[in-house]
């Protein structure tokens, strides 16, 4: 059974620095796409940023509203994801959900990834 558990949450003021992680286990990724969401109070779950993870050379997909910002990093050894967030803004703030699917497309859409972590709370001040 594979398990995402995440890690790095906090309450931040605006213009700080976070960084985020996921591990997974519970089975081997030959070839999968690790990512983060988050989902704000009364808001739909809305894509950040996706990896992939195998072997190769990493491939990444941000959001715009993100851009130049985060950044997401990979132990694929560790199955293990980071996303380092810089200069937070207030509307940054939710719970950020790390997710997984198998194979190498990057989609932006919650419904297209199989599992997903517990959630940690970001929390952005002025």
């Known amino acids: 059974q594979v398990q995402l558990v995440e890690s790095g949450g906090g309450l931040v003021q605006a213009g700080d620095s976070l960084r985020l992680s996921c591990a997974a286990s519970?089975?081997?990724?030959?070839?999968?796409?690790m990512g983060w969401f988050r989902q704000a109070p009364g808001q739909e779950r809305e894509f950040v940023v996706a990896?992939?993870?195998?072997?190769?050379?990493?491939?990444?997909t941000y959001a715009d509203s993100v851009k130049g910002r985060f950044t997401i990093s990979r132990d694929v050894a560790k199955s293990t994801v980071y996303l380092r967030m810089n200069s937070l803004k207030l509307e940054d703030t939710a719970v950020y959900y790390c997710?997984?699917?198998?194979?190498?497309?990057?989609?932006?859409?919650?419904?297209?990834?199989?599992?997903w972590g517990q959630g940690t709370q970001v929390t952005v001040s002025s």
């Open positions: 990896i992939s993870i195998n072997w190769g050379a990493a491939v990444t």
């Open positions: 997710a997984l699917r198998d194979g190498s497309n990057q989609p932006r859409i919650p419904n297209e990834y199989d599992y």
């Open positions: 519970g089975r081997t990724f030959s070839s999968a796409a």
